[in-house]
């Protein structure tokens, strides 16, 4: 029998759900048990796909392309299984769904309502798509108190009856906050967040409780007390040292242990082994090496999560810190870049939309390609490589990319056509933006002797996508013959996906997004060799 688990939010945001309930999952599956995670988003647009960084930071793509929110990259990483197009669902999503059912008469003349309507969809979205797991772990976007989440607080109520009190928990995640003019913590907001649970019907079973200082064993017990939950149900979240410390914190604090008291479960202790060696290796490092990233979303370091994650895996897995060097782009604009980057040990150049910053990011290109800095560029970073190679290696005068406007030699175009399996996807310039990139993984052939197939140890890849402009074919005779290597194509030798410079110490770009696969368990390759690279680069002085 699959148990569902509930995570909900009150009295502020940006507290940690996502990483709660990623930590919990993890806890769950190292005492055996089988874990799925999904999130349920109150806000109206359809996916992310649309939205601005900086209004909602990354957008997380998985395997079967779903744009989604960027705590499914908190589950993947801490978990390792694989989220899909069914583990995160908006209300503009589901609303879709009820009006596209309503207009082909599916209800039968019925007056559409949120209740029982809009609230019967988001029980069939949490419930489907499941393969025997023993746990789905669903987090509720947003604060309580929302009335944009009031239609998915009545459904995660509605489905406490449907199936069985004991078959179901609620977290609740609150805060207490410190009055440091009073030196007290303060239980009066995580009282009246659960008042207000408690009036949509909600009674929690367990209060995650983040502070910045120890919660005190009275405070507990007042929490406990007031909110009408077990004691040993009130878990301490304070802040940590790296995020990969959470689960050990939260084991130590009980909550996996109080989640099968709650279920009624006899499970054996977690091994922690493994996240014990990675907080090892993330708190005691044996050097450090000075990583700058160059984008033009660094005002919202959000907008980079699973990258910023992925370096730090990179640094795990050679035992070293990376320091990451945050760089708007638009400051190289005046063709000196040389004071922000003369001290870093490698340089990587990020996905990114638009023209902004672009001249910026082909200087910084620039400069790790002529001074031998370990380079690694991601998606708008392959492209910006290929641009500074068309014009300084290959001499191709006015090179540049149509996402940009009209330009004389374009190196770089807008995808058209591209075969996902046996079908074939087409794209105009006029269509929809929202879901109409290359989204989710596709396969790519890598070149025998090349430097990326043996940083990989295997001849075919699959890698996650998420772009609507790709290197024009008709230009890859000249740029090979200035010295710049299509070292991964895709199997039908159509797409060009990733570059590489033979005769530069580490110089990779490629078309898709390796930060998204990449786990504290488990480095992706390329970060792993891009930071060993960088590594060495740090030893030349």
């Known amino acids: 029998m699959t148990r569902f688990i509930f995570i909900t939010g009150g009295v502020v945001s940006s507290l940690g759900k996502g990483l709660a309930s990623a930590s919990l999952a993890a806890l769950l599956q190292a005492r055996g048990f089988k874990v799925r995670l999904r999130k349920l988003d109150p806000y109206i647009n359809v996916d992310p796909g649309t939205m601005s960084p900086y209004q909602h930071g990354e957008v997380y793509v998985t395997d079967d392309g779903a744009e989604t929110d960027l705590d499914l990259g908190h589950y993947e990483r801490f978990t390792g299984v694989a989220c899909r197009k069914s583990d995160n669902v908006t209300t503009g999503r589901i609303y879709s769904n009820v009006i596209a059912k309503e207009r082909r008469g599916d209800y039968l003349g019925a007056t559409i309502q949120v209740i029982p309507h809009i609230t019967d969809a988001i029980k069939q979205f949490v419930q489907a798509d499941l393969e025997d797991e023993d746990f789905v772990l669903v987090e509720i976007g947003g604060t309580v108190g929302d009335i944009e989440g009031l239609p998915f607080l009545e459904a995660i109520r509605q489905l406490a009856t449907d199936i069985g009190r004991s078959n179901t928990m609620y977290i609740h995640l609150t805060l207490v906050p410190f009055i440091a003019a009073a030196g007290e913590l303060k239980t009066k907001p995580t009282q009246h967040s659960v008042k207000e649970l408690l009036s949509l019907g909600i009674q929690p079973d367990m209060l995650v409780c983040r502070c910045e200082h120890e919660l005190p064993m009275s405070e507990r017990k007042k929490i406990a007390l007031f909110c009408n939950v077990r004691q040993d149900a009130v878990i301490p979240a304070l802040d940590a040292a790296s995020i990969y410390e959470v689960p050990i914190r939260y084991h130590n604090e009980g909550m996996d242990a109080a989640v099968c008291r709650h279920f009624g479960i006899d499970a054996p202790p977690p091994n922690l082994t493994v996240w014990k060696d990675i907080h090892i290796r993330k ?113 191709i005068e006015g090179a540049g990319s149509t996402e940009f406007g009209t330009c004389k030699e374009p190196v770089v175009g807008l995808m058209t056509e591209w075969l996902r399996g046996n079908a074939l996807e087409k794209r105009s310039a006029n269509g929809n933006l929202g879901g109409t990139m290359r989204l989710g993984a596709y396969p790519c052939t890598l070149a025998e002797g090349s430097r990326v197939r043996s940083i990989y140890g295997e001849a075919e890849i699959s890698e996650r996508h998420r772009h609507r402009y790709e290197v024009n074919t008709d230009y890859v005779s000249r740029l090979e013959a200035a010295g710049v290597r299509f070292s991964g194509m895709s199997p039908d030798g159509v797409l060009p996906e990733i570059i590489e410079i033979p005769e530069h110490p580490w110089f990779v770009g490629v078309q898709f997004h390796p930060e998204l696969k990449s786990k504290p368990f488990d480095p992706h390759p390329l970060f792993t060799s891009f930071i060993r690279a960088s590594v060495n680069q740090s030893r030349l002085g």
């Open 283 to 395: 708190t005691k490092p044996e050097g450090d090496v000075q990583i700058a990233i160059v984008g033009k979303y660094t005002g919202l370091l959000d907008a980079y999560k699973s990258l910023s994650e992925a370096l730090d895996h990179g640094g795990i897995a050679n035992n070293v810190r990376v320091r990451m060097n945050w760089i708007d782009s638009e400051i190289f604009e005046d063709d000196r870049p040389l004071d922000h980057l003369e001290e870093v040990h490698g340089i990587l150049v990020p996905g990114g939309f638009g023209e902004r910053g672009s001249r910026g990011k082909i200087q910084a290109v620039r400069f790790a390609r002529e001074r031998g800095v370990p380079y690694f560029g991601i998606c708008f970073g392959m492209q910006m490589a290929v641009i500074e190679a068309a014009r300084n290696l290959a001499g």
